[in-house]
């Protein structure tokens, strides 16, 4: 069963309100964060105090002026006035996770750290935000019809960021520089090429970043082309994620819950209801682009009424799905996560 930790949190993620700082263990904050309108209420930033009074900041988010406000208030409240933020820890590049760590590295000296894989996924976005080559070639292989494309393009095209140059670059397995506290990295791609999660095992908790969250189903392959299927890795990651299910599970987003085995198993079975979807729609119509599958499959919205990113994202989703059918990795997927995967919910 998923069950909310924080009361506090849950009812402020349903209302769409900030709730207040609350401590999540001994030596550790779950500070909730602003981010820019439109998208969604809050991200949860984590603060950990380390043996020698220094304060690591996992996820410092979205990069507003009350955010840096509300990060230096805590770290004051947590380790005094003289205290200093000793690290900065993102889990992925999203602007909600790594925003705010360039600018706080160039006023406190905090180093930056985040996997090697993330470094290499925001030279290719930002790559790729100049360059439309790549854009025509994924149009061309989803088969958009013609009067549909320089829309797709349009709101296909990555938007230039600043890339953040990490002080400090992880791999699977390493454990964080915190002193007196054991965080050991997960590499769970999927969301994006070099997404992390982090386990304190000593702590009972499990950082999640947007891998796992307790309400949304999180994206998928959203941090650039890469060699490997995101889709395929992200469902991989889910799996490794039910080792820890007696652990507190500490989101990007949302509130800190119970029942990770459970939640990583529903999102797995989401995402592999839509892969039977498309299955049955390649099985009538073995020829269909990747423009006529999504075309039948069922969208909240109603495919007629998707537009701007929302198309593209379709569209995306849909032939991550084909190629994890092409590829043989269906049945692997239904054997691991269940044979009654059921026929999915609409989903946007």
């Known amino acids: ?33 602003r981010i820019a309108p439109g998208r969604m209420p809050f ?10 009074g220094g ?6 988010g979205w990069e507003l002026d009350a955010n840096v406000d509300a990060i230096d208030t805590a770290v004051r409240a947590i380790a ?16 909600d996770h790594l925003g705010l760590a360039e600018r706080l590295r160039q006023r406190d000296g905090a180093p930056v ?23 025509q070639a994924d149009i061309e292989a989803w088969g958009v019809p013609e009067g549909s494309r320089a829309e797709i393009a349009r709101f296909a095209q990555a938007s230039a960021r600043p890339v953040v140059i990490a002080d400090v670059l992880v791999d699977d ?7 007196g506290r054991t965080l050991r990295v997960i590499h769970t791609p999927g969301h994006t090429p070099g997404h992390i999660c982090l386990v304190d095992e000593a702590g009972g908790l499990l950082y999640t970043g947007d891998h796992i ?14 060699v490997d299927n995101p889709l395929e890795a992200y469902l991989d990651g889910l ?89 043989g990795r269906l049945d692997d997927m239904r054997k691991a996560w269940g044979e009654d995967v059921p026929h999915p919910r609409p989903s946007a």
């Open 1 to 33: 069963m998923i069950t909310p930790v924080s009361q506090a949190e849950f009812v402020a993620q349903a209302e769409g309100r900030l709730p207040a700082m609350e401590e999540v263990a001994e030596g550790v904050w779950c500070l909730p964060l």
């Open 43 to 52: 991200s949860l930033s984590y603060l950990v105090r380390d043996a020698e």
């Open 55 to 60: 304060v690591h900041v996992v996820d410092p």
């Open 80 to 95: 005094g006035r003289g205290a200093r933020i000793a690290s900065l820890v993102v889990t992925h590049l999203h602007p």
């Open 113 to 135: 750290i985040f996997h090697r894989a993330e470094q290499r996924a925001q030279e290719v976005v930002a790559t790729r935000a100049s360059d439309p080559g790549p854009i």
């Open 173 to 179: 397995d390493d454990v964080l520089p915190i002193p």
């Open 213 to 226: 969250l307790p309400t949304v189903a999180p994206g998928v392959g959203l941090g650039g082309p890469t």
């Open 239 to 327: 799996a490794a994620m039910r080792a820890y299910d007696d652990l507190v599970g500490l989101p990007g987003h949302g509130y800190r819950f119970r029942g990770i085995a459970e939640r990583a198993t529903e999102i797995a079975r989401r995402h592999l209801g839509r892969s039977f979807e498309v299955a049955q729609a390649r099985e009538a119509d073995p020829d269909a682009s990747v423009w006529e599958i999504a075309s039948r499959l069922s969208w909240s919205r109603g495919w007629e009424n998707l537009a701007r990113h929302h198309i593209v994202s379709a569209l995306r989703q849909t032939a991550m799905h084909v190629r994890l059918i092409a590829d």
